[in-house]
């Protein structure tokens, strides 16, 4: 019994760390990284990622990426959540949205950008790789499919969109 109770004081720890509030009520307003889209008439494509909320940012990272076309007065953004399942959503997350979004408080960090002249055939493919992700309806933490399996899916279907995703994108490297 003695050798157990450490167990669970760590665990309780565990618990209680990541963050204050639940991810109900974290932030999730624009980080100021993208260019406004009002003002930057150019194509724009960009790639993000942020700390998982909780403790599992400790280990993991979210993906995404959004684009906007030439003129685009928004971006759209392209993204896998898994507890939208639940919900009867799609996993999938293609909407018109604030593009860098902090992720249930956690800041992001911008990958990858492109702009200008050929953005726009890459936003075409970045459409067409994410209607075409080939787990839909499947959705798992550990080894995948997950968010960053979307992402890495997308990348790996966009010629020249050339994007290193981070070591803690668990799920990219997942092959079904």
């Known amino acids: 019994m003695k050798r157990i109770a450490p167990i669970f004081l760590i665990l309780g720890a565990l618990m ?12 999730r307003e624009p980080a100021g990284i993208a260019p406004d889209p009002l003002t930057t008439k150019e194509a724009v494509l960009d790639v993000y990622a942020a700390s998982a909320w ?3 940012g400790w280990f993991a990272v979210h993906t995404w990426i959004a684009a906007k076309k030439t003129g685009e007065p928004e971006y759209t953004v392209y ?15 293609i909407e018109k949205d604030a593009p860098d979004r902090r ?4 800041m992001p960090r911008l990958l990858t950008e492109y702009r200008g002249q050929g953005v ?8 067409a790789a994410a209607r075409s992700y080939p787990w839909p309806e499947t959705y798992r933490a550990f080894p995948g499919p997950n968010s960053n399996t979307f992402t890495s899916w997308i990348i790996k279907n966009v010629p020249g969109l050339d994007v290193r995703l981070p070591f803690s994108a668990i799920g990219s490297g997942y092959k079904g």
């Open 103 to 106: 992720w249930f408080g956690e």
């Open 79 to 93: 993204e896998l959540i898994g507890w939208r399942q639940s919900r009867g959503l799609p996993l999938a997350r």
């Open 54 to 56: 909780g403790w599992r």
């Open 16 to 27: 209680g760390c990541g963050g204050s509030g639940d991810w109900r009520t974290a932030s």
């Open 120 to 127: 726009d055939a890459m936003i075409e493919a970045v459409d």
